[in-house]
């Protein structure tokens, strides 16, 4: 079985489903400062970093 590469991104759906938050609790926690800065792919289009999304998810587990 050949490696898959890992993807660069989350779209807002698999953060949303990474974290086992909804599309509302993601969205304070951005308003908030709260969680990783977003990158816009598109003029309607917003991902976040794959490495900042789970550097985040490990600093919140020690906290």
Do not use: D
């Not at 807002?12 to 304070?28: D, P, S």
């Amino acid at each position: 079985m050949k490696n898959q590469p890992q993807p660069a991104f989350y779209s807002v759906r698999e953060v949303c489903q990474v974290l086992g938050i909804g599309r509302t609790t993601l969205h304070r926690l951005i308003e908030g400062g709260q969680f990783v800065p977003k990158v816009s792919l598109s003029a309607r289009r917003v991902a976040f970093s794959v490495p900042a999304v789970q550097t985040w998810i490990e600093t919140r587990g020690a906290a």
